[in-house]
């Protein structure tokens, strides 16, 4: 039996040789496997706003020859002056005033560039948002002229041109590490008293970095633009740039540490603010630069995100005098949205229900730390919307006469955003609202 069993073990592994030999793979010779090709994106590179101002060219001219003064170029009319312009310069007349690097109040201007910074160009030229008079093209014909160029041989394009702002800068904004440092340069600014070693230049050609003053009625209401270099910013320029652009604090570091922690616990009690929420900005301001019409009260201001990625937001006014909070506004996490508020835009139901009411109380009731035993009363006051979201405008009173006003969205059946007002910011906007505003109106009428 165990020379069977052995035979046929030995047959068994036999066979499985013999299969295996015959099932041998051999390697042959392949191609190497394709690249893999990686497009990494500049961080610090321009904007390419080609796209755009391709759009604004189709849309820009209408058949009667209206020229679109968006567009980074001469138009038709300038263009057909500028001959005789150029010829008035050659035989010696100037301009009252010299337009190569002014930096403040610019209708036009021609701001030079390091070009090994800013993508090889070495000028921006800013016109105005309307037609050129001819003073106006002398100033930017004597300037290129001053730079060894002629206005009538250059191209200008979005990359060295702007007469529509589209954001705050000219060039690109903050990369994301950018940002993250200039959020390090505030903190160690106004808290670590940490000072740049250099002031800050406006002109880009000092040293890559820039901002420039602008005339707002020539700019659809911008009255600066930044020049930021297409490479990455050293701590020391986006310190200069920190201190030029919200000058020394309004407080010592230590008043403002002390303001905020007050604030902060108020925040806490009375909106519901997470202790651990992050400080993103802060100031020293009147209660009327929230919209208290009226309201000279000094306040200390501070902003809030919340910290673990939420997306929450706090602001709060807190009166130096006496401690108080006297207006707050919280706004959701809307992340759900992915920024698509039409989506759920025609949401709409009765914002006289009752429930509403009931929902709002017992929202500011579990808020608060002593539950609703300051609560007064609440109040349906129609409807409202917030980011395109409707829901009913409910206002839930306090007994010292402060207000909380919650958007019970009817989209999230939740609460929205929400705004605190004590009594004082509440008399004296509805003072503004039902006495001075009409009073202002009516005279208005009376001009007209």
């Not at 020379?3 to 040789?17: E, N, Q, Y």
């Not at 007050?262 to 806490?268: A, D, F, H, S, Y």
């Not at 301001?285 to 990625?309: H, I, L, M, P």
Request: with cysteine.
């Amino acid at each position: 039996m165990k020379k069977r069993l052995l035979a046929i073990g030995l047959l068994l592994g036999l066979s499985s040789g013999m299969a295996l030999a015959e099932n041998t793979v051999e390697i042959l010779p392949t191609s190497p496997p394709a690249p893999v090709i990686v497009i990494e994106e500049n961080p610090y590179a321009f904007h390419d706003l080609e796209p755009l101002f391709q759009h604004i060219r189709e849309q820009g001219y209408t058949t009667d020859g209206y020229f679109n003064y968006e567009l980074t170029e001469l138009s038709p009319n300038e263009l057909e002056r500028l001959p005789a312009i150029e010829a008035k310069y050659e035989a010696g007349e100037r301009p009252t005033e010299n337009v190569l690097n002014k930096s403040e109040d610019v209708h036009v201007a021609l701001i030079t560039l390091p070009a090994e910074q800013y993508e090889g160009e070495s000028w921006f030229l800013f016109l105005p948002n309307r037609a050129m008079t001819d003073e106006e093209l002398l100033q930017v014909v004597d300037a290129f002229a001053q730079i060894g160029e002629k206005l009538s041989a250059i191209s200008l394009t979005w990359h060295n041109c702007m007469r529509m702002p589209i954001e705050e800068t000219v060039t690109r904004i903050f990369s994301d590490e950018e940002r993250e440092r200039f959020v390090s340069v505030r903190e160690l600014y106004t808290r670590g008293g940490l000072r740049p070693e250099k002031p800050f230049t406006c002109l880009p050609g000092d040293d890559g970095v820039g901002c420039i003053g602008l005339y707002e009625e020539d700019f659809n209401g911008l009255d600066e633009v930044r020049f930021l270099p297409a490479r990455r910013m050293t701590d020391e320029e986006l310190l200069q740039l920190f201190q030029f652009t919200f000058g020394e604090p309004a407080a010592p570091a230590e008043e403002m540490a002390g303001y905020e922690a007050k604030l902060r616990k108020l925040m806490n009690e009375q909106m519901g603010m997470p202790l651990t929420a992050r400080r993103t900005g802060e100031s020293i301001v009147k209660a009327n630069a929230s919209n208290v019409y009226g309201d000279t009260r000094d306040c200390y201001s501070c902003t809030f995100v919340e910290a673990g990625g939420q997306q929450r937001e706090w602001t709060g006014y807190m009166e130096l005098a006496s401690g108080k909070l006297i207006r707050a506004y919280s706004y959701p996490d809307t992340s759900w949205l992915d920024g698509d508020t039409q989506m759920y835009s025609d949401v709409r139901l009765n914002p006289f229900d009752q429930k509403w009411a009931d929902r709002a109380k017992a929202f500011i009731a579990e808020m608060l730390p002593e539950g609703d035993q300051n609560i007064d009363r609440t109040e349906l006051c129609g409807e409202t919307a917030h980011n395109c979201l409707y829901g009913p405008n409910v206002r839930v009173w306090m007994k010292d006469g402060g207000c909380y006003r919650p958007l019970l969205l009817y989209a999230i059946d939740n609460v929205g955003y929400l705004q605190y007002d004590d009594a004082e910011s509440i008399r004296l906007t509805d003072a503004y609202y039902h006495e001075i505003l009409p009073r202002e109106l009516e005279g208005q009428e009376d001009d007209g």
